[in-house]
Nanobody, 117 residues
Framework: VQLQASGGGLVQPGGSLRLSCKVS????????MGWYRQAPGKQRELVAT???????KYVDSVKGRFTISRDNVKRTVYLQMNNLKPEDTAVYYC????????????WGQGTLVTVSS
């Protein structure tokens, strides 16, 4: 499985970013996917998930600000992040939904999001 996240960068508080994650090596369209993040000194957390049927879930801290979506033709999962806050600073990763499938064994490279003025 290859998971290639991109789209991170430096953004001011209140700004927006759109992350993308290209997935290969699995039957993408039938897998529930998620976006995770790991802030410095903290454990990796699952922040958003999307099922094969496009049902979505979010952790409370990002509800109303982040939107997860997927394009099964492009084998890509997206995370639109609006009204970003300094506490959103982290390395962001995509992977299969760990709530559904259990902890992932393999991780791709993440993309760094830094929210700072």
């Amino acid at each position: 499985v290859q998971l290639q996240a991109s789209g991170g960068g430096l953004v001011q508080p209140g700004g927006s970013l759109r992350l993308s994650c290209k997935v290969s090596g699995l039957l993408f369209s039938i897998n529930a996917m998620g976006w995770y993040r790991q802030a410095p000194g903290k454990q990796r957390e699952l922040v958003a998930t999307i099922s094969s049927g496009h049902d979505t879930k979010y952790v409370d801290s990002v509800k109303g600000r982040f939107t997860i979506s997927r394009d099964n033709v492009k084998r890509t999962v997206y995370l639109q992040m609006n009204n970003l806050k300094p506490e959103d600073t982290a390395v962001y990763y995509c992977n299969r939904d760990s709530d559904r499938y259990g902890p992932a064994q393999h991780w791709g490279q993440g993309t760094l999001v830094t929210v700072s003025s």
